[in-house]
């Protein structure tokens, strides 16, 4: 029923719109008319122009205004803060350009629509003109290209300098794995051919780090340490998004990839800050992957040192039979995070 109205709707539309153009067909056919028939088109038309700006605009704030609550709440990441300004700088170019631009163009439609008293103004070209906008956008754009660059570097070229908390997180279709390295801070190396049901990330036993390697479906991290993502897939290409944090990192097939951030609030803090009492963050799949891709995701919380400690305790070993074989971890030891090992890759 619904269907047949609106096809009648466009239907019926259609055949106005046939019909004013036979008008407009006919009206042209009688000389005289002609130009009175083309004064009235160039006057709407220029109306037209001028109420598409006004109402363009009064949309474009109200829009601005109505979906800002859904963009992400303040960065809880250290680098976050710097990749939010550079965000703000590009946010306020476009949008001066895009106005300038766009008043101008739709103002000139409406403002100098023919006139027969009026002759056009000719001129073949203009240096001044030419060098302005072209010297000006190449300023500004090199300006931001390079920044941004450079932010990229420094956000990149962390992870082979520092000591961080190793965290592997292994992607597949169509979940997330966590493996902690344990006392000995090391991640053992892992090798594809060795992956099982009872070894889904396929964790080397015979490498002798692997014993206190901690498996989790949650990706827990302490405020304030230095965190190094070592990312891996099995299958296709996913991509490890942490939006809350602006962190995001392709999980890639055959290799290792990595990226270092410091979380600089708990799940708690960002509660408060939200006004939120149910925030949670999250990891989600940021690559289309496969059918269940929407639900690719993870529990990510953010917890002060000691409650992550005691987290780590309660989680699985990789190897449950191998615990008996190696001394408990003591908790300072775990506290000071240093890492030096590698995951291999597959
Ligand atoms: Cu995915």
């Known amino acids: 029923m619904n269907i047949l ?45 001028l109420t598409f700006l006004i109402v363009g605009i009064i949309t474009m704030f109200y ?51 023919f006139n027969k008293n009026r002759r056009s103004f000719y001129f073949h070209d203009n240096n001044k003109l ?5 010297i000006i ?17 420094d956000i990149t070229n962390k992870s082979d300098k520092m000591d961080g908390l190793k965290i592997q997180i292994y992607a597949k279709q169509f979940d997330f794995t966590a493996r902690y390295a344990g006392a000995d801070k090391t991640l053992a190396k892992t090798n594809f051919r060795l992956i099982s049901d009872a070894n889904p990330l396929g ?17 827990v991290m302490p405020k304030g340490a230095e965190i190094e993502l ?19 990192m392709n999980a890639v097939p055959g290799m290792t990839t990595r990226f270092s951030f410091k979380p600089t609030m708990t799940t708690a803090e960002m509660q408060k800050e939200t006004k939120n009492p149910k925030f949670e963050y999250v990891m989600l799949c940021n690559k289309v992957c496969g059918v269940a891709h929407y639900n ?16 780590l305790k309660t989680q699985p070993l990789v190897f449950p039979a191998a615990a008996d074989t190696i001394a408990p971890a003591s908790s300072s030891a775990t506290a000071e995070m240093m890492s030096t090992s590698t995951t291999g890759t597959n």
């Open 137 to 153: 956008p190449t300023i500004v754009l090199a300006s931001l290209i390079v920044t941004g660059l450079r932010e990229w570097n």
């Open 5 to 49: 109205l609106i096809l009648a709707v466009v239907f019926g539309t259609l055949v106005l719109v046939r019909l004013a153009n036979v008008a407009a067909i006919a009206s042209k056919l009688s000389e005289e008319n002609e130009e009175a028939e083309q004064e009235s088109a160039n006057r709407w038309n220029s109306i037209g122009m």
């Open 203 to 219: 964790v080397d036993s015979s490498d002798n780090s692997s014993a206190d390697d901690i498996i989790a479906k949650e990706l």
């Open 296 to 311: 690719m995701k993870m529990p990510v919380r953010v917890v002060e040192m000691a409650e992550y400690q005691d987290w």
């Open 130 to 134: 030419e060098a302005v906008w072209t």
């Open 230 to 248: 070592v990312i891996n897939s099995r299958d296709v290409i996913h991509s490890v998004y942490l939006p809350h944090f602006r962190v995001q």
């Open 63 to 113: 829009l601005i205004n109505a979906y800002s609550p859904l963009m992400l709440p303040v960065s809880a990441s250290e680098h976050g803060v710097t990749i939010d300004n550079l965000m703000s700088v590009n946010w306020i170019v476009l949008f001066i350009t895009f106005l300038i631009t766009q008043i101008l163009l739709f103002f000139f439609a409406f403002k100098y629509k």
